[in-house]
């Protein structure tokens, strides 16, 4: 049977239609998801607008906020657990951005020290200043006391005793650091002590005695940070911490109340003397001797 030449021609180009309009049909199927704006771009970009910036700081404010949070870590954990990545990430800095302010992990422990040192001294000073014209002795020795637990806290509780013989131990010069640092304390020490001569009619102390009493107070501080409860252990007494502050109520009772007379000789002590009984006028040296010597042999007698 011959099919129409009408039939043949659709046929034919049916043929050749149909792949188009497949083609044509995908691409409008398609055409929606090229077009379409791609959602996860916005979402990111909503999500970083969203986001505060960081706050800015100041040089000086970046500084404080590093040695407070290194000071924390110290106090938490001792001078072992003072590690550059955890102080960065405390105060909210990248880890060169501490070394940008201070240049390595041990300047920034002297940093440290000093600041605390510089604190204790405020406060010693401030404990000096409340003293009044005539206090008794007792008021003197629990002033004493109140400056010695304040020195002995920055040692022991806050770990800085450890953190300074740390330094010192490994090696670090810290002397041009420290050279100086406590000078306002010893002169404000110093005027005490002359104030407290003038008014007991004495001649004023000298400045030497005022540095050598100001370091044995430290010094004795210092070392009952790091080893007061085993030598106190090592001699019979107990160990807790009732016997540590009584130990430094004695110490302070002993600066208080005991005053050494210097004499010529650098370190020595001299003993107060029975002053000599005063010459008549017109008696010679000689005579004044000889009747000396009388009474004692009338007294041995």
């Not at 940008?100 to 041990?106: M, Y």
């Not at 000298?206 to 790091?226: C, K, P, Q, R, Y």
């Not at 109520?249 to 002590?269: N, T």
């Amino acid at each position: 049977m011959r099919t129409p030449a009408g039939a043949g021609c659709s046929r034919a180009a049916a043929r050749t239609l149909l792949p188009l309009l497949h083609r044509r049909s995908i691409c409008h199927s398609i055409r929606p998801v090229l077009t379409a704006r791609p959602t996860v771009k916005r979402t990111t970009m909503v999500a970083r607008s969203s986001r505060r910036p960081r706050p800015r700081r100041t040089a000086e404010e970046a500084h404080r906020q590093i040695l407070e949070a290194t000071e924390r870590r110290l106090i938490e954990g001792g001078p072992e657990a003072v590690r550059l990545a955890d102080i960065a990430a405390d105060v909210g800095i990248s880890h060169p951005a501490i070394l940008h302010h201070f240049g390595s992990r041990e300047r920034l422990l002297e940093a440290l020290a000093r600041h605390a040192i510089a604190g204790l001294q405020r406060d010693l000073v401030q404990v000096i200043g409340t003293r009044k014209s005539g206090d008794p002795p007792e008021r003197r020795v629990a002033r004493a006391l109140r400056a010695f637990e304040r020195t002995f806290q920055t040692f022991a509780g806050r770990g800085y005793a450890r953190l300074l013989a740390g330094l010192v131990l490994n090696g670090r010069d810290l002397g041009p650091q420290m050279k100086g640092i406590l000078g306002e304390l010893a002169r404000a020490a110093h005027a005490t002590r002359v104030e407290r001569r003038r008014e007991d009619r004495r001649p004023p102390p000298e400045w030497d005695d005022t540095l050598f009493g100001v370091s044995m107070v430290l010094i004795s501080l210092f070392g009952d940070a790091l080893v007061g409860r085993l030598i106190r252990l090592s001699v019979g007494l107990p160990e807790d911490a009732a016997t540590g502050r009584r130990f430094r109520h004695w110490m302070a009772s002993m600066l208080e109340l005991y005053q050494p007379h210097r004499v010529a000789e650098p370190g020595a002590i001299a003993y107060r003397r029975r002053p000599l009984p005063r010459r008549n006028a017109g008696s010679s040296a000689t005579t004044h001797l000889n009747r000396r010597r009388r009474k004692l042999t009338r007294g041995a007698g």
